[in-house]
C-alpha cells in the first residue's frame, strides 16, 4: 500500500504540475497527501482572502472596527499561515526548506508583520500617530504559498520582459523628452493661456507630464485646444506626437513584450513538462514488474488501476476501462513506461460519462410515446430548424425588452415571450430524458430553466402587486429582464466566427483568472500606499448643500477643475474607492488633483503605477491572449486527445452530435442528451463517453498544448536528479 501511495502522489504532482521536494518515506507521503488534500487549500485560502479583507476595516475603513478585532484576526491569519508552513516542513527535507526562498520569504513577511503589529498596538495605546507599513506585505503570502505557482509564474513572465521593455521605455522617454523640448520652444513665448487661466506651456516638467498623460488619451484634446485655438498648424505637432508614442510606441512594447513572454514561457513550459514526466517516470519505477527475465519492465494492469483509483476516485470503472484500452492499445495487459508517463496527460482531458437512459413516457405509456406523432414531435423539436426559431424568437424579445413598457401592447408581450420559453422547455422534457436534460453537465438546461421560472414568478408577483395597489418591485423584475438578455450567447453560439472567439475565452479562463490575481496584488499594494500618501487629501460629501462639497474637503483644490467636475469621490480614503481609482487610473492616468493636494512629486506614484499596469502587465496579459488565440485558430487537438476520441469510436461509444465543437460542447453540455427514449437510441449500449471539445483541467495543460510541438515525447529528465525527488525548474540559463 505504501508503494502505491507514493505512486499515487507522484502521478497525482505530475497531474497539477506540482514540484515539490517531499520526503517519501511513508510518514511523509502521508503528511504530503493531507498538505494537500482540499480542505487544507481552502482552508489555506480562507485565511489569505480574510487577511486581505482586513483592509476593509483598518483606517481608513469602510466598515470601521476596534484595533484590537482587527488584529486578533490578523493574528489568528498569521498563525493559520505558521501551522501551514510547519506541515510543509515536516514534508520535505530540511535542508531542501532552508533553501526555498518563498519558505524564507513567508518566513520574513510574517515576522516583520508581528513586529508592525506590536509596533502600532502600543503607538495607538499611547494615543500616537503609527502606520501600518506591513500591509503591503500581505499579498507575499498569496504569491509565495506553494498554489501560487501560476501567480509566480506570472511574475517571472514580468520579470524576464523588464530588460526589453526599458530599452524601449527609454527610448520612449527619449521621443517624450524631445517633443516637449520642441512644444517649450514653439508655444512657450506666444503668451498662451490654458482654460484655468494658467499659463500654457512654459513650465518643462509640466510639459513633459502633460505630454506623458496625453499618451493615454487622458487629457486629449484639452491639452492641444489652446495651441490648436492660436493656430491649426499647431495641431499637426500634437498629431505628429499621438501617431508616434501612443501608436507606433505602444505597438513596439506590445511587440517586444510578446516576443520575449513566448520565449521565456516555451523554456519554462519545456521544463515543467520535463519535470512532469520525470514524476511520471519515479511513478512507473515504483509500479515496474518484470514480466520474464531479460524483458522489458512494465506496468501491469491492476498496478494502473489501483493508482488510477487512488488519484482520481472520481472516475467510473468504465472511464478508467476506457483510459487503459487508449495505454495499452495492443492489449498486452501491461504497458511501459512510454505509455505509463502519458498517464498524467490522460487524465487531463475531460471526458464526460453518460448514460443511456429510456423517457419516463417510454416506460409508462409506450403506445402514446411511439406513436407517429409524438416521433414526428421528437424529429421536429430535434432539428436545427427548431433551435433557429427559438433563436429569432430571443432576438425579438430582446427589442421588446428595449421598447417602452409602460404601452400595455409591449407589457403584455411579456406574458407571450413566457409562455413561448416555457414551452420550449416542456417540449425538450418531453423529447430528452430529464435526468439528462438537468444533468450537472447541461449548464445551459439549467441556464434557461431557472432564467425563465424567474422571470415567471417574478413577472407574476409583480403583477398581483401592482393590481392590489402595492409596492412594485422593479429591480427584480429589471435583473430578470438582464438575465433574460443573456440568452442571446446561445444566438452568437449558432455564428461559427463568434464561436471559436467564446470558446477560446472559455479555454484560457483559468488564465485569465491568473492575471486577474496578479492585478489585484498590484492594485492592493498600490492601494495600500495611496491610503497612507493620500487618504483624507481629498472628500466627498453626501449632502449636497454642503459648501465644502465644491472644494472635495480641501481648500487647495477650490476653482480647479478636478471639484468642479465632481472627481471628490476619486480619493483614497477606503480600499474600495482606491481600487476603484486605480482602474480609472488604468484606463487613464489623471492625477491633477492629488498633486495640487500633496506635492507634485505624487505624480510619480501614479506614473509608477500607470508603467507597471498598463505598459507591462497589460501588454503581458495582450500577449498571453495572443498566443492563445493563434493556437486556437491554428492547432488541432493534442495527438492523445485523438487517440482517446479513435478509441471511442472503435468501441463504438461515441456520442452522436449534431453540432461539432460549439459553445455548449466547450461548456460541457449536451441538448440531445441520449434520453429521447425513441427508437434510433435503442440499440446504443447504457454507457456512452464524449470528449469535452479542447478544455483543459488545468492551466498547465493549456500551457503544454501551446508549445507542444516543440517538446520531446521522450525527455523523462532522468538524469536530473539522482536522489528520487525534484527540483523546481530554474531559469539561470534564461
Given at each position: 500500500?505504501?508503494?502505491?501511495?507514493?505512486?499515487?502522489?507522484?502521478?497525482?504532482?505530475?497531474?497539477?504540475?506540482?514540484?515539490?521536494?517531499?520526503?517519501?518515506?511513508?510518514?511523509?507521503?502521508?503528511?504530503?497527501?493531507?498538505?494537500?488534500?482540499?480542505?487544507?487549500?481552502?482552508?489555506?485560502?480562507?485565511?489569505?482572502?480574510?487577511?486581505?479583507?482586513?483592509?476593509?476595516?483598518?483606517?481608513?475603513?469602510?466598515?470601521?472596527?476596534?484595533?484590537?478585532?482587527?488584529?486578533?484576526?490578523?493574528?489568528?491569519?498569521?498563525?493559520?499561515?505558521?501551522?501551514?508552513?510547519?506541515?510543509?516542513?515536516?514534508?520535505?527535507?530540511?535542508?531542501?526548506?532552508?533553501?526555498?526562498?518563498?519558505?524564507?520569504?513567508?518566513?520574513?513577511?510574517?515576522?516583520?508583520?508581528?513586529?508592525?503589529?506590536?509596533?502600532?498596538?502600543?503607538?495607538?495605546?499611547?494615543?500616537?500617530?503609527?502606520?501600518?507599513?506591513?500591509?503591503?506585505?500581505?499579498?507575499?503570502?498569496?504569491?509565495?504559498?506553494?498554489?501560487?505557482?501560476?501567480?509566480?509564474?506570472?511574475?517571472?513572465?514580468?520579470?524576464?520582459?523588464l530588460p526589453q521593455i526599458f530599452y524601449v521605455f527609454l527610448l520612449f522617454m527619449f521621443s517624450v523628452l524631445i517633443f516637449s523640448l520642441?512644444?517649450?520652444?514653439?508655444?512657450?513665448?506666444?503668451?498662451?493661456?490654458?482654460?484655468?487661466?494658467?499659463?500654457?506651456?512654459?513650465?518643462?516638467?509640466?510639459?513633459?507630464?502633460?505630454?506623458?498623460?496625453?499618451?493615454?488619451?487622458?487629457?486629449?484634446?484639452?491639452?492641444?485646444?489652446?495651441?490648436?485655438?492660436?493656430?491649426?498648424?499647431?495641431?499637426?505637432?500634437?498629431?505628429?506626437?499621438?501617431?508616434?508614442?501612443?501608436?507606433?510606441?505602444?505597438?513596439?512594447?506590445?511587440?517586444?513584450?510578446?516576443?520575449?513572454?513566448?520565449?521565456?514561457?516555451?523554456?519554462?513550459?519545456?521544463?515543467?513538462?520535463?519535470?512532469?514526466?520525470?514524476?511520471?517516470?519515479?511513478?512507473?519505477?515504483?509500479?515496474?514488474?518484470?514480466?520474464?527475465?531479460?524483458?522489458?519492465?512494465?506496468?501491469?494492469?491492476?498496478?494502473?488501476?489501483?493508482?488510477?483509483?487512488?488519484?482520481?476516485?472520481?472516475?467510473?470503472?468504465?472511464?478508467?476501462?476506457?483510459?487503459?484500452?487508449?495505454?495499452?492499445?495492443?492489449?498486452?495487459?501491461?504497458?511501459?513506461?512510454?505509455?505509463?508517463?502519458?498517464?498524467?496527460?490522460?487524465?487531463?482531458?475531460?471526458?464526460?460519462?453518460?448514460?443511456?437512459?429510456?423517457?419516463?413516457?417510454?416506460?409508462?405509456?409506450?403506445?402514446?410515446?411511439?406513436?407517429?406523432?409524438?416521433?414526428?414531435?421528437?424529429?421536429?423539436?430535434?432539428?436545427?430548424?427548431?433551435?433557429?426559431?427559438?433563436?429569432?424568437?430571443?432576438?425579438?424579445?430582446?427589442?421588446?425588452?428595449?421598447?417602452?413598457?409602460?404601452?400595455?401592447?409591449?407589457?403584455?408581450?411579456?406574458?407571450?415571450?413566457?409562455?413561448?420559453?416555457?414551452?420550449?422547455?416542456?417540449?425538450?422534457?418531453?423529447?430528452?430524458?430529464?435526468?439528462?436534460?438537468?444533468?450537472?453537465?447541461?449548464?445551459?438546461?439549467?441556464?434557461?430553466?431557472?432564467?425563465?421560472?424567474?422571470?415567471?414568478?417574478?413577472?407574476?408577483?409583480?403583477?398581483?402587486?401592482?393590481?392590489?395597489?402595492?409596492?412594485?418591485?422593479?429591480?427584480?423584475?429589471?435583473?430578470?429582464?438582464?438575465?433574460?438578455?443573456?440568452?442571446?450567447?446561445?444566438?452568437?453560439?449558432?455564428?461559427?466566427?463568434?464561436?471559436?472567439?467564446?470558446?477560446?475565452?472559455?479555454?484560457?479562463?483559468?488564465?485569465?483568472?491568473?492575471?486577474?490575481?496578479?492585478?489585484?496584488?498590484?492594485?492592493?499594494?498600490?492601494?495600500?500606499?495611496?491610503?497612507?500618501?493620500?487618504?483624507?487629501?481629498?472628500?466627498?460629501?453626501?449632502?449636497?448643500?454642503?459648501?465644502?462639497?465644491?472644494?472635495?474637503?480641501?481648500?487647495?483644490?477650490?476653482?480647479?477643475?478636478?471639484?468642479?467636475?465632481?472627481?471628490?469621490?476619486?480619493?483614497?480614503?477606503?480600499?474600495?474607492?482606491?481600487?476603484?481609482?486605480?482602474?480609472?487610473?488604468?484606463?487613464?492616468?489623471?492625477?491633477?488633483?492629488?498633486?495640487?493636494?500633496?506635492?507634485?512629486?505624487?505624480?510619480?506614484?501614479?506614473?509608477?503605477?500607470?508603467?507597471?499596469?498598463?505598459?507591462?502587465?497589460?501588454?503581458?496579459?495582450?500577449?498571453?491572449?495572443?498566443?492563445?488565440?493563434?493556437?486556437?485558430?491554428?492547432?488541432?487537438?493534442?495527438?492523445?486527445?485523438?487517440?482517446?476520441?479513435?478509441?471511442?469510436?472503435?468501441?463504438?461509444?461515441?456520442?452522436?452530435?449534431?453540432?461539432?465543437?460549439?459553445?455548449?460542447?466547450?461548456?460541457?453540455?449536451?441538448?440531445?442528451?441520449?434520453?429521447?427514449?425513441?427508437?434510433?437510441?435503442?440499440?446504443?449500449?447504457?454507457?456512452?463517453?464524449?470528449?469535452?471539445?479542447?478544455?483543459?483541467?488545468?492551466?498547465?495543460?493549456?500551457?503544454?498544448?501551446?508549445?507542444?510541438?516543440?517538446?520531446?515525447?521522450?525527455?523523462?529528465?532522468?538524469?536530473?536528479?539522482?536522489?528520487?525527488?525534484?527540483?523546481?525548474?530554474?531559469?539561470?540559463?534564461?
Amino acid at each position: 500500500p505504501a508503494d502505491f501511495d507514493l505512486a499515487a502522489v507522484y502521478v497525482s504532482d505530475a497531474q497539477y504540475n506540482r514540484n515539490i521536494y517531499f520526503d517519501t518515506s511513508p510518514q511523509a507521503v502521508r503528511l504530503y497527501l493531507l498538505y494537500n488534500h482540499w480542505l487544507s487549500k481552502v482552508l489555506l485560502y480562507f485565511f489569505i482572502l480574510l487577511d486581505l479583507s482586513l483592509a476593509i476595516f483598518e483606517e481608513p475603513a469602510v466598515f470601521s472596527l476596534p484595533i484590537w478585532a482587527t488584529m486578533l484576526v490578523e493574528l489568528l491569519c498569521l498563525l493559520a499561515f505558521t501551522i501551514r508552513l510547519v506541515h510543509y516542513a515536516k514534508v520535505i527535507p530540511r535542508d531542501k526548506f532552508w533553501k526555498d526562498p518563498k519558505n524564507i520569504c513567508i518566513i520574513v513577511t510574517l515576522m516583520l508583520t508581528l513586529v508592525d503589529m506590536i509596533i502600532y498596538g502600543a503607538l495607538k495605546a499611547t494615543n500616537c500617530y503609527g502606520v501600518r507599513w506591513s500591509r503591503v506585505l500581505r499579498p507575499l503570502l498569496l504569491i509565495n504559498v506553494t498554489e501560487g505557482r501560476q501567480l509566480r509564474r506570472a511574475f517571472r513572465s514580468i520579470r524576464n520582459a523588464l530588460p526589453q521593455i526599458f530599452y524601449v521605455f527609454l527610448l520612449f522617454m527619449f521621443s517624450v523628452l524631445i517633443f516637449s523640448l520642441m512644444a517649450l520652444k514653439l508655444l512657450g513665448k506666444r503668451g498662451l493661456k490654458t482654460i484655468d487661466g494658467a499659463p500654457y506651456f512654459t513650465n518643462y516638467l509640466e510639459i513633459v507630464f502633460d505630454l506623458y498623460v496625453l499618451v493615454t488619451t487622458a487629457n486629449s484634446p484639452d491639452v492641444m485646444m489652446p495651441a490648436y485655438n492660436a493656430s491649426f498648424v499647431f495641431a499637426i505637432f500634437f498629431i505628429v506626437y499621438i501617431l508616434i508614442n501612443t501608436y507606433i510606441f505602444m505597438s513596439v512594447f506590445l511587440a517586444v513584450v510578446y516576443n520575449n513572454y513566448k520565449k521565456y514561457l516555451k523554456e519554462e513550459v519545456r521544463q515543467l513538462v520535463r519535470a512532469k514526466r520525470h514524476k511520471m517516470a519515479r511513478a512507473f519505477a515504483v509500479l515496474q514488474e518484470q514480466r520474464e527475465e531479460g524483458g522489458e519492465l512494465v506496468v501491469t494492469q491492476a498496478n494502473w488501476n489501483q493508482v488510477v483509483r487512488l488519484v482520481r476516485p472520481d472516475i467510473s470503472n468504465a472511464h478508467r476501462e476506457l483510459l487503459w484500452s487508449v495505454s495499452d492499445d495492443k492489449n498486452q495487459g501491461s504497458i511501459g513506461k512510454v505509455a505509463f508517463v502519458q498517464l498524467a496527460d490522460l487524465l487531463n482531458i475531460e471526458v464526460i460519462t453518460l448514460k443511456s437512459r429510456p423517457h419516463p413516457l417510454h416506460s409508462l405509456c409506450p403506445a402514446f410515446y411511439l406513436s407517429a406523432p409524438s416521433r414526428l414531435l421528437c424529429r421536429i423539436v430535434q432539428h436545427r430548424a427548431f433551435v433557429i426559431v427559438y433563436d429569432l424568437i430571443i432576438l425579438v424579445n430582446a427589442v421588446f425588452i428595449g421598447l417602452d413598457e409602460e404601452n400595455p401592447m409591449i407589457a403584455n408581450s411579456e406574458w407571450v415571450f413566457l409562455a413561448l420559453y416555457l414551452l420550449e422547455i416542456l417540449l425538450k422534457l418531453y423529447v430528452f430524458e430529464p435526468r439528462a436534460f438537468f444533468s450537472r453537465h447541461s449548464f445551459w438546461n439549467w441556464f434557461d430553466t431557472i432564467i425563465v421560472i424567474s422571470a415567471l414568478i417574478a413577472t407574476i408577483v409583480n403583477s398581483a402587486m401592482k393590481s392590489s395597489g402595492g409596492y412594485t418591485s422593479r429591480q427584480i423584475l429589471d435583473i430578470v429582464f438582464i438575465l433574460r438578455v443573456l440568452r442571446l450567447i446561445r444566438v452568437v453560439d449558432s455564428i461559427q466566427r463568434f464561436r471559436a472567439i467564446i470558446n477560446t475565452l472559455i479555454r484560457i479562463g483559468p488564465m485569465i483568472l491568473t492575471f486577474g490575481q496578479l492585478i489585484i496584488v498590484v492594485y492592493y499594494v498600490f492601494a495600500m500606499l495611496g491610503m497612507e500618501l493620500f487618504k483624507g487629501k481629498v472628500k466627498f460629501f453626501e449632502d449636497p448643500n454642503d459648501p465644502a462639497k465644491a472644494y472635495c474637503g480641501n481648500p487647495l483644490l477650490k476653482d480647479t477643475a478636478f471639484a468642479q467636475l465632481n472627481y471628490c469621490k476619486n480619493n483614497f480614503n477606503n480600499v474600495v474607492s482606491s481600487f476603484i481609482l486605480l482602474l480609472e487610473l488604468t484606463v487613464v492616468n489623471q492625477c491633477s488633483g492629488f498633486a495640487t493636494v500633496t506635492h507634485i512629486s505624487a505624480r510619480i506614484f501614479f506614473v509608477l503605477f500607470h508603467i507597471l499596469v498598463v505598459i507591462v502587465i497589460i501588454n503581458i496579459f495582450v500577449a498571453f491572449v495572443l498566443e492563445a488565440f493563434f493556437v486556437e485558430y491554428s492547432v488541432d487537438k493534442s495527438d492523445l486527445q485523438t487517440s482517446l476520441e479513435r478509441k471511442i469510436e472503435e468501441l463504438e461509444l461515441a456520442v452522436e452530435q449534431y453540432v461539432t465543437d460549439n459553445l455548449v460542447n466547450a461548456m460541457e453540455t449536451i441538448d440531445n442528451d441520449l434520453g429521447t427514449g425513441q427508437s434510433p437510441t435503442a440499440n446504443k449500449p447504457s454507457l456512452m463517453f464524449k470528449i469535452a471539445s479542447k478544455r483543459y483541467r488545468t492551466v498547465d495543460a493549456l500551457l503544454q498544448r501551446m508549445f507542444e510541438a516543440d517538446l520531446d515525447p521522450e525527455d523523462f529528465a532522468e538524469n536530473d536528479d539522482q536522489n528520487g525527488n525534484f527540483a523546481n525548474p530554474t531559469f539561470s540559463s534564461v
